[in-house]
T-cell receptor
Framework: AQSVTQLDSHVSVSEGTPVLLRCNYS??????LFWYVQHPNKGLQLLLK??????LVKGINGFEAEFKKSETSFHLTKPSAHMSDAAEYFC??????????????FGKGTKLSVKP | NAGVTQTPKFQVLKTGQSMTLQCAQD?????MSWYRQDPGMGLRLIHY???????DQGEVPNGYNVSRSTTEDFPLRLLSAAPSQTSVYFC?????????????FGPGTRLTVL
C-alpha cells in the first residue's frame, strides 16, 4: 500500500532564501510522485511530477524535486523564495501497477509562509 | 476549454438532507475522481471512474454515491448528509487512468452540514 509523509506541517522562510519541503513515501510498486500547490481558497495546481525518467525533476515557478529511491524521498526545493510562493504544498504518490494504479495518495500538506 | 468545472461553489445542508455535487470536464478525459479535503488530512479519494458506466470506491466511500453515464459528467451524491461530511470537495480528471498522466482539479465545492 502506498503512503506519503510530509515531515513538516508548516515551514517559514524569508523572501530570497531557499525553500525545502520534505516528503517521504512508501509504495508497493514503482511509484510516480507529484507535488501539487494550493493557494488560499483555490484549487490544486501541478508543480512537477516524477514518472521514472530523470530523477531530478524541474517544475514550474523555479521549483524542483529529486527522487531518491534509496532514501524513499522526494523533497521539493527552490533556490530563492518569493512572496507569491506562500501556499500549501502536497506531496502525492501513485502506484504504477496493481489495483490502485493511477489513484493519488496525498500527504497531509505543508503550509509555506514567506516573510518579507 | 473550461477544464474541470464544479457546482455549486458553496452549499449549506441540514443533517439528513440529500444533494448532488456536479462535476463536468470538456477535455474528453476518461478518468475522473472525487476527493475530500479536511484540515490536516490532505485529500482523500472518495470514488473514481475509468470511463462511462464504470465506477469504483476509493479510500472513504461511505455515505457517497456516484454514477458515470457520460464521459463529461461525474456527479457525487450525498444520500443523507451528516456533519462529518462537512468538507471541501474536489473533482479531478485525466485523459486515462495512467500514472504518467496529469490529473486536473476543479475549483472545489465547500460543503457545510449543520
Amino acid at each position: 500500500a502506498q503512503s506519503v509523509t510530509q515531515l513538516d506541517s508548516h515551514v517559514s522562510v524569508s523572501e530570497g532564501t531557499p525553500v525545502l519541503l520534505r516528503c517521504n513515501y512508501s509504495s508497493s510498486y514503482s511509484p510516480s510522485l507529484f507535488w501539487y500547490v494550493q493557494h488560499p481558497n483555490k484549487g490544486l495546481q501541478l508543480l512537477l511530477k516524477y514518472t521514472s525518467a530523470a530523477t531530478l525533476v524541474k517544475g514550474i515557478n523555479g521549483f524542483e524535486a529529486e527522487f531518491k529511491k534509496s532514501e524513499t524521498s522526494f523533497h521539493l526545493t527552490k533556490p530563492s523564495a518569493h512572496m507569491s510562493d506562500a501556499a500549501e504544498y502536497f506531496c502525492v504518490v501513485s502506484d504504477r501497477y496493481g489495483g490502485s494504479q493511477g489513484n493519488l495518495i496525498f500527504g497531509k500538506g505543508t503550509k509555506l509562509s514567506v516573510k518579507p | 476549454n473550461a477544464g474541470v468545472t464544479q457546482t455549486p461553489k458553496f452549499q449549506v445542508l441540514k443533517t439528513g438532507q440529500s444533494m448532488t455535487l456536479q462535476c463536468a470536464q470538456d477535455m474528453n478525459h476518461e478518468y475522473m475522481s472525487w476527493y475530500r479535503q479536511d484540515p490536516g488530512m490532505g485529500l482523500r479519494l472518495i470514488h473514481y471512474s475509468v470511463g462511462a458506466g464504470i465506477t469504483d470506491q476509493g479510500e472513504v466511500p461511505n455515505g457517497y454515491n456516484v454514477s458515470r453515464s457520460t464521459t463529461e459528467d461525474f456527479p457525487l451524491r450525498l444520500l443523507s448528509a451528516a456533519p462529518s461530511q462537512t468538507s471541501v470537495y474536489f473533482c479531478a480528471s485525466s485523459y486515462v487512468r495512467g500514472i504518467t498522466d496529469t490529473q486536473y482539479f476543479g475549483p472545489g465545492t465547500r460543503l457545510t452540514v449543520l
